[in-house]
């Protein structure tokens, strides 16, 4: 299966950024854990701070690949495009946070992406990704457009 995991803005600085909130891991120390878990599948990782290019990637792999685990970080909140993005393509999307955002701010509990997105997972920290994992583990591809 191939499968994309796709961050956006700020989750370059994971591990150094806001810890009390996302922890001390990079994701990139963590992605090494998630191919050794998943064997089966062929995992990708690609972030950008840029909405454009998130864009662009999901246009990409969005009629081949399994599925995505997207954290768009801030852009969940605001990017009516990203939510675009995700209803255009067939590919499934599962939305990840390492936060709670129940627990968050008021404006980081609104979701304009989640309603095109297969689910959501969040407050997990970086084992949101592995649970994402799971559910694409477990899924029957269903879709037009996919190529097991």
Do not use: W
């Not at 956006?8 to 922890?23: D, F």
């Not at 605001?78 to 499934?92: G, Q």
Request: aromatic content about 10%; hydrophobic content about 40%; charged content about 20%.
């Amino acid at each position: 299966m191939q499968i994309l995991i796709l961050n956006g803005p700020n989750l370059n600085l994971l591990g150094r950024r806001e810890v009390s909130i996302y922890g001390t891991r990079s994701f990139e120390d963590y992605l090494p854990e998630l191919q050794e878990a998943f064997p089966d599948f062929t995992i990708e990782h690609f972030q950008s701070n840029h909405e454009g290019e998130l864009i662009d990637k999901l246009h990409e792999v969005g009629y081949s690949y399994h599925g995505v685990v997207l954290n768009a970080g801030g852009y969940t909140h605001t990017s009516v495009a990203l939510a675009d993005a995700i209803a255009a393509i067939n590919t499934p999307v599962i939305e990840v946070h390492l936060s709670n955002l129940a627990a968050r701010e008021d404006f980081r509990q609104r979701s304009l992406i989640g309603r095109h997105c297969a689910g959501s997972i969040s407050g997990f920290k970086l084992e949101s990704y592995r649970l994402a994992l799971q559910y694409f583990q477990n899924l029957r591809p269903k879709r037009v457009g996919f190529k097991v």
